[in-house]
C-alpha cells in the first residue's frame, strides 16, 4: 500500500505521530508532508520528535511540483491528520495553494480514497458545511472523537482509538483498542 500522510497545524499532530509509527510497522509505504505551521504546533507538543524518520520520503509543504501532486502518481490512500479547518476550507472550496490541500485535491479528482481528521471544537456551520461538502464528494470526514466504552486508562489509549478508526478506514488490522462486543 502507498499511504500519503499530511500533518496540518491544528493541536494533535500526536495522531500522526502515532499513525506514522503504526503504518511504518505495517510495512506500508508512507509519503510524508508536514506543514511550517505544524512543525511548530510539534516543538510544543512533541518537543524534540523528528517525523521525517518515520516515512518513505518526505516532501515540502510549498513543492508542487512534487510526484504526489500529480493524478499519474498511484497512490492508495491519503490521510490529512491532524486537519485544520484552514484545510477542510480550502479542500471544500477547491483553493489548494500549497501540497497537502493539492495531494488531497488529486485523491479527490482521481476517485482515490481520503482521510480527514479534523481537530477542532467548537465549530461553526461554515466549518460544518464545508465537512458535509467534503462527505458528500467522497471523502471520509473522521472528527478527533475518542470512545470511552472500552474504558482507555492513558492519553495513549485515546490517541489509539482515533488511529485505530484511521487504520480501519484504510483496510488495516490492528489491535489499537477493544472493539464493541469484545
Not at 95 to 116: F, N, S, T, Y
Not at 160 to 175: P, R, S, T, Y
Not at 176 to 181: D, I, S, V
Amino acid at each position: 500500500m502507498r499511504l500519503v500522510v499530511g500533518i496540518t497545524s491544528a493541536s494533535g499532530v500526536i495522531y500522526g505521530k502515532r499513525l506514522l509509527e503504526v503504518v511504518r510497522d505495517k510495512n506500508i509505504e508512507v509519503h510524508l508532508v508536514v506543514s511550517n505551521a505544524a512543525r511548530k504546533v510539534a516543538e510544543h507538543e512533541l518537543p524534540g520528535f523528528d517525523f521525517s524518520s518515520l516515512a518513505i520520503k518526505t516532501y515540502d509543504n510549498s513543492d508542487l511540483a512534487a510526484p504526489i501532486a500529480s493524478g499519474s502518481f498511484r497512490v492508495d490512500t491519503m490521510v490529512i491528520v491532524p486537519a485544520t479547518m484552514r484545510t477542510v476550507g480550502a479542500l471544500a472550496s477547491g483553493m489548494c495553494d500549497d501540497l497537502i490541500c493539492r495531494a488531497a485535491d488529486v485523491q479527490m479528482k482521481e476517485r482515490r480514497k481520503l482521510v480527514i481528521v479534523p481537530r477542532e471544537t467548537p465549530v461553526h456551520a461554515i466549518h460544518l458545511e464545508n465537512m458535509a461538502k467534503l462527505s458528500r464528494l467522497g471523502v471520509t470526514v473522521l472528527p478527533a472523537m475518542p470512545a470511552f466504552y472500552y474504558r482507555p486508562k492513558t492519553v495513549e489509549g485515546l490517541v489509539d482509538f482515533i488511529v485505530g478508526k484511521i487504520l480501519d478506514q484504510l483496510g488495516v488490522e490492528h489491535d489499537l483498542f477493544e472493539r464493541w462486543g469484545g
